[in-house]
Structure formats: structure tokens, C-alpha cells
């Protein structure tokens, strides 16, 4: 008879609750190991767009000790050097150079790898908490607070906690680690067509946190906002608008908003300021109103459909001159591209205008004479769509950023 409470114990722990209970109580333990890392590590630490009231922050720090044992420095460190060094045989996990399986799968082993890295992150890592409590017990004791999480689990709710407790040390590192930095550079679709291969995985970014949000995230990293059309949901920044109503959290930065002024003749210093911020919607734009049309156009003369007259892969690799393609395919591409004049002269233009705006001098000058330049030769090329586009750009400027 004495045995009974224990077996009880063991099986269901002191709480005793049932399945539902256990249900709720998981996934607001995951939802908050979720905001702890793209509110607080993400968000503010490692790219200072928003922050939290010491409090709210502390929360998010110890939840991560206990949920993760991920040391804020570190993750801070790999993420920045992922934005830096982005698909290059440098990238901490890019799929594009070690393969979307390894990626996907074995994420959290390159998390492992990356963090015995001290140089960089001693580089990349530098901002961080560096108190007392994060020198005496976060970072050098980072493996017992999971240890402390199973602990406190299994004495609420037993073998059930247990259980709890094994699916949340595998949530971040499938969810973030694998479908974030794996299927987030692999598959979705593009807002922006930035420099790397960054998609977001889907519109309404819920589930975790507004991560999948991601390509959005990389045409502007610093912006505490992932959503950035009208159609997009980012539960992350529900949180911090929440937060900041009532005093927890401020928002250092969001991503500018977009003017188009009408009848700009020539370009000028503010089109320049509106292009350093958005030249991803520039290149974006280019290639839809640009090179799509060119292709339609390419196909009607030809009488044949989009698809024979250059497989999918193919269109959308236009947008970045094959940038990701094999070498094999690249070449086929730019074997077509060759064979006709109008498509080579408008590729020729994409490429001179993405000099213009990935160009490292800070003389903004010599900037806006080149883009001036630029523009002038793209109204006088005879091409009715690159001059829309040139008329377009001039009148660039950006808007106060609004939340």
C-alpha cells in the first residue's frame, strides 16, 4: 500500500495533472524558449534593434540557460558571423556550401563546432552581458541549467516531465537550427533579392516566433520587425509592441519605409540615402518590372510558353546572374542570356546598377555621379521598361519608419 505514492510520484510527480494540462504547460515552455532566442538573442543582442527593461530581459536570459544551456556570447558570435560571412565556405551553417541535410539534421553539431571557434567570438561576440551572474554561472556552467529544467520537471509532473523535457532540448535545435538556418536558405519565397539565399518559409510567422520571416530578416537585419508586407505576420514583434505599451520594451529600429516621388529628373541625395537602404527592393524591382517583361516579351515573339523557353530555375536565377546555380547550369544560362541581344543588354544593366549599389566607398558623391550616369545611359538605351524603371529609381526616398 505505502508503495502506491511513489509509483504515483513517479508516474505523474507532485502535480498530478492530466493530459491537457501537460499540453499547455509545453507549448508555453517552447513558446517561450522561441521568444527568448528571437526576441532577446536574436532581436536585441545580436543585431540591437530593439531593447528590454533589465527585468524582462533577465527572464529571457535565464529561460535560455535553462531551456537551451546556450550562452548568449556565443550564439550572438555564430549569428553574426552567419549575416557576415553569408553562403561562404566561412558560414557557420550555410546549406548552399554544406548541403541542406547537414544543415537540416545535424544543425546543432555545426552550433557545436562553431562555438569552439574563439576567435570569432571574440570577434563577433563583443556587447554582451558580461555581469556577474553570466561569468560565475551562465556561461561557465551553461550544462546545468537544462539539468536544473529536468530536475524541477520531473518532480512536477514525473516520467510525463521527463518526456516534457526531452522534446524541449530538441526544439530549438530543430526549429531554429534546422528548419531556420536549413530550410530558411533553401525553399520559400523571396520578398527581396538579397546577396545570399535567405526565403521566408511562411507569410504568418507564428509558430516560431517570426523567424520564418527570414528573407525579410536579411534584406534588413537590424530592423526588430520581420514582417514587411501587408499580407505578413510576425508574432515576435506582436510581443515587443505589447511590451513597449507598457513600458518593458524599446525599439531602436525598424526597417525604413519606401517613398516613390513623382517627377525627380535627376537623381539626388535623397535617392541615394533611399537606395543604401533599400538597394535589395531596387534589384527586386528591376527584375520584375525589367527582366520579367523581357522574358514574356522573348517568349510571345518566339510563340512559346515560359517554361520551354527557359525552365523556372533558370528565370529565377536571372535575378542574381546564376549567382547559386552549378556550374554547368550557370554556363547554360549565360549561354542563352548571349544569344539574345535584349535580355544580354538589361542583364548588363542589372549588373552595372548592383555595382553602384554594393560599391564600398563612403564617398556618396561619387555614388550619385555614378548613379546619375547610370540612369542617363538606361533612358537613352531605347528600352521602354528600363526607362520606367530608370524614372522610377530617381525618385527614391525613404519615409519615417513607423511600427
Known amino acids: 500500500m505505502r508503495s502506491m505514492p511513489v509509483l504515483d510520484f513517479l508516474a505523474s510527480g507532485l502535480v498530478q495533472a492530466g493530459f491537457w494540462p501537460l499540453l499547455v504547460v509545453f507549448l508555453i515552455a517552447t513558446q517561450l524558449t522561441i521568444f527568448s532566442v528571437t526576441l532577446y ?3 536585441s543582442q545580436a543585431h540591437r534593434g530593439v531593447d528590454f527593461h533589465p527585468a524582462v530581459a533577465h527572464v529571457f536570459r535565464a529561460w535560455t540557460w535553462l531551456s537551451t544551456g546556450m550562452v548568449t556570447r556565443e550564439w550572438v ?8 560571412k553569408c553562403e561562404t565556405e566561412e558560414d557557420p551553417h550555410s546549406p548552399m556550401h554544406k ?58 509532473f514525473g516520467v510525463a516531465g521527463v518526456a516534457m523535457w526531452a522534446l524541449q532540448m530538441a526544439w530549438i535545435p530543430f526549429w531554429a537550427a534546422g528548419v531556420v538556418n536549413g530550410l530558411g536558405h533553401w525553399w520559400g519565397y523571396r520578398n527581396f533579392e538579397t546577396t545570399d539565399t535567405a526565403t521566408n518559409l511562411c507569410p504568418w510567422g507564428v509558430w516560431i ?10 534584406a534588413f537585419p537590424s530592423s526588430a520587425k520581420f514582417a514587411l508586407r501587408r499580407f505578413e505576420l510576425d508574432i515576435g514583434w506582436v510581443v515587443i509592441r505589447a511590451l513597449q505599451a507598457v513600458g518593458l520594451a524599446r525599439v531602436l529600429r525598424v526597417a525604413p ?36 517583361p523581357a522574358l514574356r516579351e522573348e517568349a510571345r515573339i518566339a510563340g512559346a510558353r515560359m517554361r520551354a523557353l527557359l525552365p523556372r ?20 544560362l549565360q549561354q542563352w542570356v548571349e544569344q539574345r541581344p535584349r535580355i544580354r543588354t538589361l542583364v ?23 548613379l546619375q550616369a547610370w540612369c542617363q545611359d538606361a533612358e537613352a538605351s531605347g528600352i521602354r521598361t528600363l526607362q520606367e524603371y530608370s524614372a522610377r529609381l530617381k525618385g527614391y526616398a525613404l519615409q519615417p519608419a513607423r511600427g
Not at 100 to 120: H, N, P, S
Not at 209 to 218: D, I, P, Q, R, V
Not at 313 to 332: H, I, N, S, T, V
Request: proline share 4%.
Open 41 to 43: 538573442l536574436h532581436r
Open 77 to 84: 558570435a555564430i549569428h553574426r558571423k552567419h549575416h557576415a
Open 99 to 156: 548541403g541542406i541535410g547537414t544543415v537540416f539534421w545535424r544543425g546543432v553539431e555545426l552550433y557545436r563546432e562553431a562555438r569552439t571557434q574563439q576567435g570569432d567570438i571574440e570577434q563577433y561576440g563583443k556587447g554582451c552581458p558580461q555581469d556577474w551572474i553570466e561569468r560565475r554561472v551562465y556561461t561557465p556552467h551553461s550544462t546545468l541549467g537544462p539539468t536544473v529544467l529536468l530536475l524541477v520537471l520531473f518532480a512536477l
Open 209 to 218: 516566433g517570426g523567424e520564418e520571416l527570414h528573407n525579410n530578416h536579411h
Open 257 to 292: 519605409s519606401l517613398d516613390v516621388r513623382p517627377n525627380i529628373h535627376v537623381p539626388d541625395a535623397d535617392t541615394v540615402r533611399a537606395l543604401l537602404a533599400h538597394r535589395f527592393q531596387a534589384m527586386t524591382d528591376y527584375h520584375r518590372n525589367v527582366i520579367k
Open 313 to 332: 530555375r533558370l528565370r529565377k536565377a536571372l535575378a542574381d546572374d546564376g549567382r547559386w546555380l552549378q556550374p554547368e547550369a550557370r554556363e547554360q
Open 348 to 370: 548588363e544593366y542589372r549588373a552595372k546598377l548592383a555595382a553602384v549599389l554594393e560599391a564600398r566607398s563612403h564617398d556618396a558623391g561619387e555614388r550619385l555621379r555614378q
